[in-house]
């Protein structure tokens, strides 16, 4: 059984823009990925497990993305004081979380139902 984990937000958006940075260093020096794995320990995250078998089918696929969907729901999560608000902070948190997942999985049918739902117009990764 495989696992992608999707991660989310601290409080502040400058240390989000700096935690996606470290997080995005694929390689490099050892301070980079001391980094990176500081930030890691730092940011909210959630594993998604499935069966790599399972990414065969479209019904399969289609499980995993609503999988990586809602995990990014609960790493990025609304305001309490207005849950059906979502802030610009809230969705790029969410859309930036999907996106690495999806990524990191190596799916040609969960990266086709994610390009599906980021299409304007489209009924945004649901």
Do not use: F, W
Request: net charge neutral; hydrophobic share 40%.
């Amino acid at each position: 059984m495989n696992s992608v984990t999707t991660t989310g937000p601290l409080l502040s958006p400058s240390k989000i823009t700096l935690l996606m940075l470290a997080c995005g260093i694929a390689g490099g020096a050892a301070i980079g990925t001391a980094s990176a794995a500081t930030a890691d320990e730092q940011v909210p995250h959630m594993a998604v497990y499935y069966n790599p078998q399972s990414l065969e089918t479209d019904r399969g696929a289609q499980a995993v993305y609503h999988k990586i969907v809602h995990a990014a729901e609960v790493v990025c999560p609304a305001d309490d004081s207005s849950p059906h608000l979502m802030t610009g902070a809230v969705r790029t948190c969410r859309e930036e979380s999907i996106a690495r997942a999806v990524h990191d999985i190596h799916s040609p049918k969960v990266a086709a139902l994610y390009a599906a739902s980021s299409k304007p117009g489209s009924s945004k990764h649901g």
